[in-house]
T-cell receptor, first 114, second 114 residues
């Protein structure tokens, strides 16, 4: 069975600084997707970034980028130039198998200090 | 329209009540999901519908009854709930089931069972 581990329950970053959230996963599959979702307090969960396992190039979306290390089964999220609106719970998720259900990590609560 | 809507936003019910949660999407997605999310926890998958047919029931108690009247609409009927069922109920949709398909989440219904 696949598992997703986020080892940092809480993180804090100063506004305009850079922060990296960690995620590791375990799977025996070779074809899968990885996602980072953001859930602000009392607000909707939205997709931040996705990575296809067959792509070696790390995904980037504006200030958000990932460091995908397939052999190490590591998928970290880097947020550059942190903004107050980045404060949220961040969930790492694995999507794989024929059913393609999402398997979530426990989440990392990110605080941004002004 | 790239939105998943859910009604109501908040619901308070007694243990003997019958109520329903509603989810709607107009993105032409053929897979729809119900998740339960407790505070500071990741979403837990409850049900998956694919092409309006129930594909997955993750051992959810029978007091939760899903219904998919058409490809755009998903309901969750609630009856004789327990206080421990109080949670945020999230609906999501994707183009199809499978790991290649990003899931779009609704804002959720916050349910309180008294």
């Amino acid at each position: 069975a696949q598992t997703v581990t986020q080892s940092q329950p809480e993180m804090s970053v100063q506004e305009a600084e850079t922060v990296t959230l960690s995620c590791t996963y375990d799977t025996s599959e070779s074809d899968y997707y990885l996602f980072w979702y953001k859930q602000p307090p009392s607000r909707q969960m939205i997709l931040v970034i996705r990575q296809e396992a067959y792509k070696q190039q790390n995904a980037t979306e504006n200030r958000f980028s990932v460091n995908f290390q397939k052999a190490a089964k590591s998928f970290s999220l880097k947020i550059s130039d942190s903004q107050l609106g980045d404060a949220a719970m961040y969930f790492c998720a694995y999507g794989g198998g024929s059913q393609g259900n999402l398997i979530f990590g426990k989440g990392t609560k990110l605080s941004v200090k002004p | 329209d790239t939105e998943v809507t859910q009604t109501p936003k908040h619901l308070v019910m007694g243990m003997t009540n019958k109520k329903s949660l509603k989810c709607e999407q107009h993105m032409g997605h053929r897979a729809m999901y119900w998740y339960k999310q407790k505070a500071k926890k990741p979403p837990e998958l409850m049900f998956v519908y694919s092409y309006e047919k129930l594909s997955i029931n993750e051992s959810v108690p029978s007091r939760f009854s899903p219904e998919c009247p058409n490809s755009s609409l998903l309901n969750l009927h609630l009856h004789a709930l327990q206080p421990e069922d109080s949670a945020l109920y999230l609906c999501a949709s994707s183009f199809e089931r499978g790991q290649y398909n990003e899931q779009f989440f609704g804002p959720g219904t916050r349910l309180t069972v008294l």
